[in-house]
């Protein structure tokens, strides 16, 4: 599920934006208690004052791991391949004046510059996620973009802890490549999948695949942790673009590049469609503050009692109602507006919703978002609501609102 939208800022509001937005979309714009310091639902990425991105330099072959641990401890970015107990190989990264590096994952450490947690399907607080173990790992990924134009953004799997380190085990999914050097997967991994014709109104899911710690392209593993690599896709970059998707097991990144935002809708436009569609369509009865919607026909009332079967008054059958305009059985859902514009691929009006959750958008980003399969748990993936994260039901996942006319 898209928990997050990341952004490299918003178009003419920071200096230089690089190609990264992230948004939450299961809280729908902001976290339940406010976006707070390195942990809320977007994050811009802006060129830093001074470059802190790393490149892969020395690498030594230690007998111990005693040895690996006293190199690894110079004052430097180091990866470690554990591949016994009797050998290690440590790569030395040195400074990279021509990148910055930005890094993902739950930690709250201060290498960790966008905290992330996990995705429950329609919960609404923090709470709701306490007692879920957590599959994002501390230290998720990291983010290399380009501080000279067109200012490319890569990703790369697994993020440098406090000591500037990363730590592959002996359990870990590692190797030597076919030029000597290594390479490997973290526990859970992370995937990505870009859109294909961009994000747009004519956009269309790609395929997922996942990423390795040097930054290469892989089929997907039979299971997330097995050990198992996929194949290489040697056609494909880990390079993002605008409207990639970035799964850490358990969040899911929107990336969007300031171009993209630019096209994208504002919060106030969105509203100004809602009033709109309000002063000159429906007729909310009997109550006006809240529309409510029969997702199996799409009519619009205002929420009331009448309707409902005996299943559901002896709660056999959830919210099921009998719309009285049509006839039609079905569920019986409030409307939202899908408020975090970053998930729409146009400007169009709001008159459609995603089932069962009941939140409004465009038909072209109701139609975009029913199609993309987004990982859920280690095994499965599903289509769900940006919104809020629910996975969607009906033949579509999403139905075309009627509103009633204006009374005469």
Not at 87 to 96: A, G, M, P
Not at 113 to 122: E, I, M, R
Not at 123 to 137: E, G, L, P, R, Y
Not at 209 to 214: Q, T
């Amino acid at each position: 599920m898209i928990k997050y939208l990341l952004s490299t800022g918003v178009p003419n509001k920071m200096p230089v934006n690089y190609i990264l937005l992230l948004t939450c979309i299961q809280y729908n714009g902001s976290l339940p208690n406010g976006d707070r310091g390195r942990r809320k639902s977007r994050f811009a990425l802006c060129k830093r004052p001074k470059a802190n991105g790393v490149k892969p330099s020395t690498v030594h072959v230690a007998c111990s791991p005693q040895a690996a641990k006293a190199i690894s401890n110079k004052d430097q970015h180091s990866i470690s391949y554990t591949l016994s107990r009797a050998q290690t190989v440590v790569v030395e990264y040195t400074h990279d004046s021509n990148t910055d590096m930005f890094q993902i994952g739950r930690s709250t450490e201060s290498p960790i510059d966008f905290v992330v947690t996990d995705t429950v399907a329609g919960s609404q607080s923090n709470a709701d996620t306490q007692s879920v173990q957590s599959t994002i790992s501390r230290f998720a990924c990291r983010i290399m973009c380009q501080r000279t134009p067109p200012y490319t953004a890569r990703i790369y799997a697994a993020g440098f802890d406090s000591s500037k380190s990363i730590f592959l085990g002996e359990k870990a999914a590692k190797w030597k490549t076919s030029d000597g050097q290594m390479d490997g997967l973290t526990t859970n991994g992370v995937l990505v999948m870009h859109p294909r014709n961009g994000f747009s109104q004519d956009s269309k899911p790609g395929v997922w695949r996942e990423i390795s710690v040097c930054g290469n392209v892989f089929t997907l593993r039979e299971t997330r942790s097995a050990q198992q690599r996929g194949k290489m896709v040697e056609m494909e970059s880990q390079e993002l673009v605008d409207g990639s998707l970035i799964d850490l097991c358990g969040a899911t990144l929107l990336w969007r590049t300031a171009e993209g935002l630019a096209r994208t809708p504002t919060l106030k436009h969105l509203e100004a469609l809602r009033q709109e569609i309000n002063a000159a369509r429906p007729q909310y009865t009997p109550d006006e503050k809240q529309p409510w919607v029969y997702l199996q026909c799409g009519h619009v009332h205002g929420y009331h009692n009448w309707g409902n079967h005996r299943e559901e008054r002896e709660g056999r059958e959830g919210r099921l109602r009998e719309c009285p305009m049509c006839r039609t059985k079905g569920p019986y859902v409030a409307l939202w507006l899908g408020c975090e514009a970053g998930f729409y691929v146009d400007a169009a009006p709001p008159t459609h919703a995603f089932n069962p959750c009941g939140h409004v958008c465009s038909e072209k980003t109701a139609a975009f978002w029913s199609q993309i399969p987004l990982p859920h748990g280690t095994h499965t993936f599903h289509a769900a609501c940006p919104f809020c994260a629910q996975q969607l039901s009906g033949e579509q996942g999403y139905v075309r609102l009627i509103f009633q006319g204006p009374l005469d």
